[in-house]
């Protein structure tokens, strides 16, 4: 089994930043990408940017020179940096991960919010 805890999400003027944390335990060598999504109110969930065990990354258009993903394999920990926020940018926040038998695993979820 693999956990994955969220932190980092808050309250936040447009174009300001944040920056997310998603801490993984369990059978975590068996993971092979880790990623963000979002859900906002009445929207369907998306993906916001991944990352594979070769720091390969990948971002939706919306993210693309605003968002960067990293992630600290010593810490079993993968971070979101979210610049030049937009109140476009609100919703929750969740981490995924990806085992190599295509197993999903999600995190509870963080809160984003914009003000304009």
């Known amino acids: 089994q693999v956990r994955l805890v969220e932190s980092g999400g808050g309250l936040v003027q447009a174009g300001g930043s944040l920056r997310l944390s998603c801490a993984a335990s369990?059978?975590?060598?068996?993971?092979?990408?880790m990623g963000w999504y979002r859900q906002a109110p009445g929207k369907q969930r998306e993906l916001v940017a991944t990352?594979?065990?070769?720091?390969?990354?990948d971002y939706a258009d919306s993210a693309k020179g605003r968002f960067t993903i990293a992630r600290d394999n010593a810490k079993n920990t993968v971070y979101l940096q979210m610049n030049s926020l937009k109140p476009e940018d609100t919703a929750v926040y969740y981490c995924?991960?990806?085992?190599?038998?295509?197993?999903?695993?999600w995190g509870q979820g963080t809160q984003v919010t914009v003000s304009s």
């Open positions: 990352i594979d065990n070769f720091s390969v990354t």
């Open positions: 995924n991960a990806i085992s190599s038998i295509a197993r999903h695993y």
């Open positions: 369990g059978v975590i060598f068996s993971l092979k990408v």
